[in-house]
């Protein structure tokens, strides 16, 4: 399952909405999550319908970069790679 998304203005590195698309997973198209602590995305159909959700795991350290990357003055703004725990309906 690969995420494509983008934080909208005035997100912080603590607290942030993230939503975008899904590919990889037939039947899901897109996710939102609130990327804070323990936080539980939720992934959606094409037609807007739940389904499922999934669970933002502290990555790589090339994730860990990133966040840390996010507190500089000059912000981070590519890619990283993270990992996730899924639960989709049978």
Same mark, same amino acid.
């Given at each position: 399952?690969? *995420?494509? $998304?983008? %934080?909208?203005? &005035?997100?912080?590195?603590? %607290?942030?909405?993230? *939503?975008?698309? =899904?590919? &990889?997973?037939? &039947? ?6 609130? $990327? ?5 995305? =939720? %992934? ?7 389904? $499922?959700? *999934? ?11 990133? *966040? ?9 703004? &590519? ?8 639960? %989709?309906?049978?």
């Amino acid at each position: 399952m690969s *995420f494509e $998304g983008r %934080l909208p203005v &005035g997100s912080s590195c603590a %607290l942030f909405l993230n *939503f975008g698309t =899904v590919s &990889g997973v037939p &039947g899901v198209t897109g996710y939102f999550d609130t $990327g804070h602590g323990a936080s539980v995305g =939720v %992934l959606y159909d094409p037609t807007g319908n739940v389904a $499922g959700t *999934f669970q933002p795991l502290i990555p790589s350290a090339e994730a860990e970069d990133a *966040f840390h990357a996010c507190a500089a003055a000059d912000r981070y703004t &590519g890619r990283r790679a993270f990992s996730s725990s899924s639960q %989709l309906p049978r």
